[in-house]
């Protein structure tokens, strides 16, 4: 009896907690302000920058970092205005770090705090392939992806959630945020839907770089060449949250002729 009780409990909460994201149109569990969630990003941002080394924001590299990221938050700001979503941007103040890290990574934070690891620049190369990385990360924001799995692991741990999750000192809480988010996001707690988060980051992320006057095409030697950095290490599929990088390329191949209209667009 009590098994079903806590079916019937689950399966109302992921009713009644699901909203239609407004660029996908994919339904998503959003049991978690997005508000709570930017003010938690800003603390935890807050508190990596002071323990990291961030390269001073003159030099030539970081200069990029912010130039870029720039570019791609305005094509992000016109394409939500223009569909008459400015208000899925509330409460975004870009920020855009480069950190001296050789981990190849990038990560953009709830409220549109981002951060770049110089590891990540010798494998990009070039300032379009940056644009590629940036778009699918902030992407990955813009759309609530992380606000849908901290969901997805708030009901699967049987955490209760009401008024703001971040005050009660709950270390589950902090756990799971933690693991979704930032410089220690690991696998994610859904992997399918994960991967689906993959594929929407990429396709909107070449939309938004396109949109930002870089070419999308970039992506596919940008993925090549993350395949070589990869050969040999990546596990298999089902074990990751991450496409496999043949299966990413063909993807972002279908996703080029739209992205294309929006370079070309974006040139006039």
Not at 106 to 122: D, F, I, Q, S
Not at 228 to 253: A, T, V
Request: net charge neutral; hydrophobic share 35%; proline share 4%.
């Amino acid at each position: 009896m009590k098994k079903n009780y806590l079916i019937l409990l689950s399966s109302c909460i992921l009713f009644l907690g699901c909203a239609k994201n407004a660029i996908t149109g994919r339904s998503q569990l959003a049991l978690v302000p997005e508000s709570q969630l930017q003010q938690e990003a800003l603390t935890q941002y807050k508190s990596f920058l002071d323990t990291s080394k961030v390269v001073s924001s003159s030099s030539k590299d970081a200069e990029m970092v912010k130039r870029v990221g720039s570019r791609i938050a305005a094509a992000i700001t016109k394409y939500y205005s223009e569909k008459g979503l400015s208000n899925e941007l509330s409460g975004y103040k870009w920020e855009f770090n480069l950190v001296q890290n050789p981990e190849v990574n990038a990560w953009c934070m709830p409220g549109g705090k981002v951060v770049v690891y110089t590891g990540l620049l010798p494998i990009t190369q070039n300032e379009t392939a940056l644009s590629i990385v940036l778009g699918h990360e902030i992407t990955h924001a813009v759309a609530h992806h992380g606000q849908e799995r901290m969901s997805e692991a708030l009901v699967a741990q049987g955490i209760a959630i009401g008024g703001d999750v971040f005050t009660s000192d709950n270390a589950q809480v902090n756990s799971i945020f933690n693991t979704i988010y930032g410089p220690t996001a690991q696998v994610g707690v859904l992997l399918p839907n994960s991967r689906k988060q993959e594929y929407e980051a990429d396709h909107y992320g070449l939309i938004f770089a396109a949109m930002a006057g870089y070419d999308p095409q970039e992506a596919i030697p940008f993925w090549e060449r993350m395949a070589k950095l990869n050969s040999g290490n990546q596990p298999p599929e089902f074990l990751s949250d991450h496409p496999m990088d043949s299966k990413r390329i063909k993807k972002l191949k279908s996703y080029m002729s739209e992205a294309m209209k929006y370079y070309n667009g974006s040139k006039k």
